[in-house]
């Protein structure tokens, strides 16, 4: 059997990340692949409550470093409750955001300290990594726009477009420093040039 592969999805706001996981997903399943879909900050009872909190309007002035550590407190637990247990049973884990997003966000979006960043994914990752991750680009303006569409701004959508700009470059950056794990796909087109493109990358890489 072909090792189980932990797939994350990343991008700013609005680009698709959800859309795109149903079409993953009915890939997955078509090819008759056992996975877990997940998400952060989230995934256990305890992680969406410190989502709740996160996104929410009753913590909204929290400080950047407690945002940063309950981020990480979120994902020690996903890792132990969810994501470990289901790769050593065999399962693929599918899930929406991971440890990029906190470089993207709190490391470019709030300008922490890369290295505190670097420290606490070492101590709570441990030796896991994302096999694949799959960036959904586009203009901030693009995802604004789309998102914008559907729902009230969550405590991060109420950033202003600077804090988004900083947010899309870090993503940007590290996809350029590890091309071979984190694949950029225009998620400016239409979804079925976006899905195109993520077809032909999950084919290639993983069948
Ligand atoms: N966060 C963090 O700061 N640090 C961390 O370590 C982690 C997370 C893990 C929650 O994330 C917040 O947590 C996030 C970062 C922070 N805040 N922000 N911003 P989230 O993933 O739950 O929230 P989100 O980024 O706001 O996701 P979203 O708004 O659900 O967007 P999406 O999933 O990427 O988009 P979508 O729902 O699939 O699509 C939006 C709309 O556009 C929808 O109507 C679609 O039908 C439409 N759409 C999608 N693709 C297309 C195309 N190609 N063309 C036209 N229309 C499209």
Known sequence: MTKPLFITLEGTEGVGKTSNMEFIKSMLNDKGIDFVETREP???????????????????????????????????EHIEQVIKPALEKGQWVLCDRFTDATYAYQGGGRQLNIKRIEGLENWVLGDLRPDLTLLLDAPISVGRERAGKRSTP??????????FNRVRDTY?????????RIKVIDASGDLNSVQQHISSIINKIIF
Do not use: I, V
């Not at 969550?154 to 804090?163: A, L, N, P, S």
């Not at 940007?172 to 071979?180: G, I, Y």
């Open 172 to 180: 940007l950056s590290r996809a350029k420093a590890e091309p071979n």
């Open 42 to 76: 989230g995934g256990t009872p305890l992680g969406e409550t410190l989502r709740a909190m996160l996104l929410g309007e009753d913590f909204k002035g929290m400080s950047d470093d407690s945002e940063l550590m309950l981020m990480f407190a979120a994902r020690a």
């Open 154 to 163: 969550d405590r991060f959508e109420q950033e202003r477009d600077g804090f």
